[in-house]
């Protein structure tokens, strides 16, 4: 990783530090990975786009990290540095974290990056790679996968006279047993899941009908009908990441409905929502924030008294601008799978 940390510094177009400080630079990243819990992590996400971070001093504890092993890592005007330090904490917490928390800090990513400029990006090889990972990542969970059977021990001999001996043996057995009965119930379990998943997908798809609005989508409002796909998709979906073709189920169903509609700003977006019974969007954004900026933006204003004062606060929080125009397909998706992070 001492060779990607030193190209990293060479494409943001900084002075690398040498060699020996790179490698307390990977063994310090190392550390945060295994040790740092997700909120954490989300915090690094935010400081890598550029973002507002939850934690005020996030970025302080980030630097003391690093000004532990190097008395002389720069304590301040590094802005430029610790995003670069926090793209690569991403890129090792892509390849090593646990898996619960690997998937929702992708995912995170992913949804963090939706409407923002890619000319303030630091590293497009990260983001990339966390795309082309997370769709690798869906692929494994519904792939018809070999099952590692489960090894279990009997002892063939139970001869022993005393009762107690041959009791705790029988006990040992039944104990086996059912390992590999609930084993076997986990395993079917989740491909019966699977199953379901991909042929309600598919009948949904088929079907062009709304069961939450009662109505062929051709019939729905055009600005409304992003909000519809991407509730009902979820709520079909099992495991998170979601399928990887699940912006081409939005585009059939788009395509079919002959009523596509045109790019529109979230305010816009978010505004039809309140209209259309806003009441249905289930999930709040949590730790995750402005990492899931049309979760937050329809949170925050059902609660503001008008639009502008929920607009001008999500503009700075999200780094997305107003007049920023969104497709509907790209609208559906993205509030879509920020609702994967939120319900799993």
Not at 110 to 135: A, C, P, W, Y
Not at 187 to 194: A, D, E, F, T
Not at 275 to 285: A, D, I, R, T
Not at 287 to 296: D, R, V, Y
Request: aromatic share 10%.
């Amino acid at each position: 990783m001492v060779s990607n940390l030193a190209q990293w510094y060479t494409l943001a177009k900084l002075k690398g530090p040498d060699t020996e400080k790179l490698e307390l630079r990977v063994t310090d990243i190392e550390n945060i990975v295994k040790n740092k819990p997700l909120e954490w992590i989300l915090d690094c996400i935010r400081i890598f786009l550029g973002k507002k971070v939850n934690n005020i001093n996030f970025k302080e504890e980030f630097v003391k990290i690093f000004l532990e092993s190097d008395p002389y890592f720069p304590p301040n005007n590094n802005d430029l540095e610790v995003r670069i330090l926090a793209g690569a904490v991403l890129y090792r917490f892509a390849k090593a974290a646990k898996l619960k928390n690997r998937l929702l800090g992708l995912q995170a990513i992913r949804t963090g990056i939706f409407g923002m400029n890619e000319e303030s990006f630091i590293n497009h090889d990260i983001i990339e790679g966390v795309l082309k990972q997370l769709n690798e990542e869906s692929i494994a969970i519904r792939e018809n996968s070999k099952q590692d059977l489960l090894k279990v021990t009997f002892d063939p001999e139970i001869t022993a006279v005393d009762p107690t001996t041959v009791t705790s043996k029988f006990s040992n057995v039944n104990d086996s047993l059912k390992s590999i009965v609930n084993h076997i119930n986990t395993v079917v379990g989740k491909k019966i899941s699977l199953v379901d998943e991909e042929s309600n997908i598919h009948w949904w798809i088929f079907r062009g009908f709304s069961s939450t609005k009662n109505e062929l989508f051709a019939k729905i409002d055009p600005t409304e009908i992003p909000f519809v796909l991407a509730m009902e998709l979820s709520a079909l979906t099992k495991y998170a990441p979601g399928p990887y073709p699940a912006d081409q189920f939005i585009s059939k169903i788009l395509s079919d409905s002959k009523n596509p509609g045109k790019e529109i700003t979230i305010i816009d977006f978010v505004n039809k929502i309140d209209k259309g019974g806003k009441m249905q969007f289930g999930f709040n954004p949590g730790i995750f924030g402005n990492l899931t900026p049309l979760s937050t933006a329809i949170v925050n204003s059902k609660e503001a008294d008008d639009v502008e004062t929920w607009v001008q606060p999500f503009e700075k929080l999200c780094s997305i601008k107003r007049t920023k125009k969104v497709s509907p397909k790209d609208l559906a998706l993205q509030l879509y799978n920020e609702s994967l992070i939120l319900k799993y």
